[in-house]
Structures are given as C-alpha cells and as structure tokens.
C-alpha cells in the first residue's frame, strides 16, 4: 500500500498510540495524534521490556539503553527464596524502565517525526470516514483505537469486545535506589516483585489476602502483612512515603472477536489488555504497531493490509493473554495445598517444557527489529 498523503487519526497517545503513529508516519501518512491527557503522565511506575518490544523500540530508532537497566539471572522464588523458575535462553532478557521515561522517548519520538499531536484532545465519536472531537472534525481514511482497556474507539466502532475483571488487584510503586530484589516471589499472600531502574527500585504486589488493608488505605496493616509473607519486602514497603504513593489497579482483560472493522484498527490494550505476569501488555502493543506497518508494507489495499494484520495477530496475542492469565491464577494461589502442588509438580513440569518465553514473545525479535519500519519514506 502506498501511504503517502493517507489521512490517519490515531487516538490515543501512549505506548500502543504513540509506536502506531510513528510507524505510519514513517510510512508516509499524514497522522493526527490524538491524546485526551494535556501530556503524557509523569507518574507511573516501571515497565520490563521483552525482546519483541525493545526489538520493535530499536527498529523505530529509539535508544532505551542509557533509560533502562538489564535485568540478568531474574527469577520467580518462593517467600524463602528458593527458585521456583529461572527464564533462560531466547526470549528471557529483559529491559527495566520507568514509564515516564519511556513515554518521553516515544513523546520525541513523534515530534522528530512531525506528527500532528494534539494534547488535551479527546475523541467524542466516529462516523465512517470521520472523527469527532470536543474541538471539531476530521476527515479520516484510517482510524487506529489506541485508546486503551475503556477504548472509546473500540465502543463507538461497535466491536463485539468482552471486558471482564480477572479477580486480582496490583499495587505498584518505585522505591530508592538498591533495594531491588530482581526477582518475583510467589508467596502466602501473593506475589511481590522488585527491580533494578537506572536510578531506582520499581516493585509492585498482588493484592492476595492483603487486599482488605488496600480497601481500608491501611498503610501499617500492608506492611505488616507483607514483612510476614515476605521479609525482603519489608524496606520497600518502609521506603513508601504515604499510602497514596501506591499505584493501584484491578486487572482488566479484554478479548475481541477482531482487531479491524472497516476502516478501523485496534492496538494495544484497546485490542488485548491482558494479565500483566507474562509482561507481555506493552511489549504487544509494540509489536501491534510493527505488524500494522509490515502488512501495510505487504499488501496491495488498505483493507487488505488491515485484514492480514487482524489475521496475524489476533491468534497470537489470545494465546499470549490465556496463558498470563493461567500464570497470573498459579502466581496469587494461596491456598497451602495448591501452592505446594503447584511449587513441586507444576513449576518443574512448565520449566522442562522451556518455551514460554519464546512463545511470548509471538514474532521473532530479529525479525521485527529488520521490519520496514526502519526505512523511513520521509
Ligand atoms: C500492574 C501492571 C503491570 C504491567 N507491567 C507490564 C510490563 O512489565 N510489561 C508490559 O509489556 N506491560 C505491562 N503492563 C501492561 C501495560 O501497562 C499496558 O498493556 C500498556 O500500557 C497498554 O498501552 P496502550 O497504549 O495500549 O494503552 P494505555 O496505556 O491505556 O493508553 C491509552 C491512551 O489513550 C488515551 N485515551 C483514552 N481515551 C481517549 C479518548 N477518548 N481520546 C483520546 N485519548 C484517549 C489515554 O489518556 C492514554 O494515554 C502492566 C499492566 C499492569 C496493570
């Protein structure tokens, strides 16, 4: 498909909206960048990007590196320590960065690639060939929903979208410097999970039987909860300022019968928000906007390209969120007996097995980091 001169609104300038953009503007299509926030959150905690994702980062010319801190040998342990899993191979390095950080890469990003972006603008509606904000309309040949688990695009297109709540709730925060843990613990009252950043700690916790002290904002109840469970989180939890520094999210999926209608593209979690334990929620975003731009590439109409691309990627994100979403319900158990019967039969059998990690990552990192993406047509 020739782009040059294609009239774009992407809505939604985050991770999935602001990669989509860029690989379209690439592409030679006029893009409008439409984000409802007056600009990209400061706040946010850490995100891990998977080979895919900083495959997709580095095919669009940004340099995570100096933002980002390697994580080597991470492990899922039990409260005690002991391994229960440790990724190795293809598929298992892994990137750390905060959000803010990595939002300003992709926010330059797009101002070096002369997007239209339009802050503080939010879609009202979509009628065929045009889209409708507080502040006007725009004639459109191409809308990507970008805009997130709630996607109005996604509601106002009239895609048939389950959204449901998986069950758990995570809190998440950053914490000094050098009190990472670089691993995940599975533990009695959920699991917690402390990383390495440049210039900090990201941790983050599943809410398990400490949920009724986040109910009550019980700050010293948490703690005690934790340093119980799970000693090694006692100076993360001591390091938290106030309750409100706490992230707090319920986990959302959602499942699409597809990613395209008519003129219409999903991306990210509009398309697939999923169980955050495979990691796998932004790095897929990532490689939604790669393939967009691929089969773009491939095809010879605009309803093609759109079509191959809700045919390669829906498959491959749904196994991707089933098997988070099995992950994340082994991860929160519990339960004592279960947690012993997953920690002696189950974890041994799925690490023997040995490529989840590779299946994750649902395209071939060497490959997306060749996409065509890299040969800007301006
Ligand atoms: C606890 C937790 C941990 C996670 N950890 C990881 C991880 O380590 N690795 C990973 O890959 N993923 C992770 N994820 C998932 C990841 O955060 C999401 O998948 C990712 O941020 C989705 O990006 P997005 O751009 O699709 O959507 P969003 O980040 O939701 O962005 C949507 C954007 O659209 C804008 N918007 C919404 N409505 C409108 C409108 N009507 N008009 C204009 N703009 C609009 C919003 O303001 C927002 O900026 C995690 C998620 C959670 C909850």
Redesign the pocket.
């Known amino acids: 498909v020739n782009l040059q001169g294609l009239r774009v609104v992407v809505?939604?300038?985050?991770?999935?909206?602001a990669s989509a953009a860029l690989v379209l503007a690439r592409a030679g299509a006029q893009v409008t960048l439409?984000?409802?926030?007056s600009a990209a959150r400061p706040v946010g905690a850490g995100?891990?990007l998977?080979e895919n994702?900083l495959a997709v980062l580095h095919a669009l010319g940004i340099d995570v590196v100096p933002e980002s801190s390697e994580l080597s040998g991470a492990r899922v342990v039990d409260a005690r320590g002991r391994t229960l899993f440790a990724p190795s191979g293809e598929g298992s390095r892994v990137r750390m960065i905060r959000r803010s950080a990595l939002y300003t890469l992709l926010g330059e990003a797009v101002a070096r690639a002369g997007i239209d972006a339009r802050f503080g603008?939010?879609?009202s509606s979509l009628d065929g060939g045009r889209v409708i904000t507080r502040s006007g309309t725009l004639e459109v040949d191409l809308v990507i929903g970008?805009?997130?688990?709630h996607s109005?695009v996604r509601a106002t297109a009239g895609f048939d979208a389950r959204v449901r709540k998986l069950g758990a709730s995570?809190v998440?925060a950053l914490a000094p410097r050098g009190l990472a843990r670089n691993e995940e613990a599975w533990t009695s009252a959920g699991l917690f999970g402390s990383f390495d950043l440049p210039d900090g700690t990201y941790w983050?916790a599943s809410c398990g039987t400490v949920k009724r002290a986040l109910e009550q904002r019980d700050l010293a109840s948490l703690r005690a909860a934790w340093t119980r469970a799970y000693p090694a989180s006692e100076p993360l939890l001591a390091a938290l300022p106030s309750f409100d520094a706490l992230l707090i999210?319920d986990?959302l999926e959602v499942e699409c019968s597809r990613y395209v209608r008519g003129n219409v593209a999903l991306?990210?979690?509009?398309a697939h928000?999923m169980a955050?334990n495979l990691?796998?929620?932004?790095?897929s975003?990532l490689v939604d906007a790669a393939v967009l731009g691929d089969e773009l590439r491939r095809a010879d109409t605009l309803q093609g390209a759109l079509q191959a691309y809700d045919a390669r990627r829906r498959p491959r994100v749904q196994a991707v969120a089933r098997t988070a979403a099995r992950l994340g319900a082994l991860a929160e158990l519990t339960n004592p007996v279960l947690r012993s019967l997953r920690d002696r039969v189950v974890m041994p059998l799925s690490a023997r097995r040995g490529d989840g990690a590779r299946l994750a990552l649902q395209e071939d990192p060497r490959a997306l980091a060749q996409l065509a993406i890299c040969s800007s047509a301006r």
Do not use: F, M, T
């Open positions: 809505v939604g300038g985050a991770i999935g909206g439409l984000e409802r926030e995100i891990a998977a994702g603008e939010e879609l970008a805009d997130g688990v109005r995570y998440r983050y999210h986990v991306v990210g979690d509009a928000a955050p990691g796998q929620g932004a790095n975003a």
